[in-house]
């Protein structure tokens, strides 16, 4: 329901949360949040940073205020079926005390690594009782905290890289 400019500077703010990412990563974290037809339109030119791809946003939500408001819609006796109703082109941001406040409320679910071991060799969704497909994010709607090994400073300097990697999570 915002503006570019709002969206942009909520996601800046949100970015270093999501730690170390690479620049392909941050333009995919970027357009996912941008609603159709603004996120097509910037995927289209595939921008290569993130800084592209947010001057890419804000020129074409430019374009798409620049725009003639359309013609009225004809009436359904003629024959003409109505205009389809106007989609915001960003998704409206949560209040800011509610977000907090239902995130509290919800239970975290811990899981051993033998139980993230054992759903990844049945192909379970970490957080519900489903097979993990692409796209699942849309059915089970919830976000995970992935609690990995914490090294000491002594232990991460005692590290010589000959010994077994430690563990990667990807986004």
């Not at 940073?49 to 890419?56: G, H, I, K, R």
């Not at 509290?104 to 060799?121: C, F, G, I, M, N």
């Not at 692409?134 to 991460?156: K, P, Q, S």
């Amino acid at each position: 329901m915002g503006s570019v400019e709002e969206y942009q500077n909520r996601f800046q703010a949100l970015l270093p949360r999501a730690g170390p990412l690479e620049e392909a990563q941050r333009v995919q974290l970027f357009t996912g949040g941008l609603l159709p037809p603004l996120s097509h339109a910037v995927r289209i030119h595939n921008p290569q940073s993130l800084a592209a791809a947010m001057s890419l946003a804000r020129q074409v939500e430019l374009m798409e205020l620049d725009k003639p408001a359309p013609a009225p819609a004809r009436s359904a006796a003629r024959g003409l079926l109505p205009a389809p109703p106007q989609r915001p082109a960003l998704p409206a941001p949560p209040p800011a005390g509610a977000a907090a406040a239902k995130m509290e409320t919800k239970p975290v679910k811990h899981l051993s690594l033998e139980e993230q071991a054992e759903r990844r060799r049945l192909g379970l969704c970490y957080n519900c009782d489903e097979k993990y497909s692409r796209g699942h994010n849309r059915v089970c709607r919830r976000i995970f905290y992935i609690d990995g090994v914490t090294l000491t400073d002594a232990e991460d300097a005692a590290w010589d890289g000959d010994q077994e990697e430690a563990p990667v999570f990807s986004l």
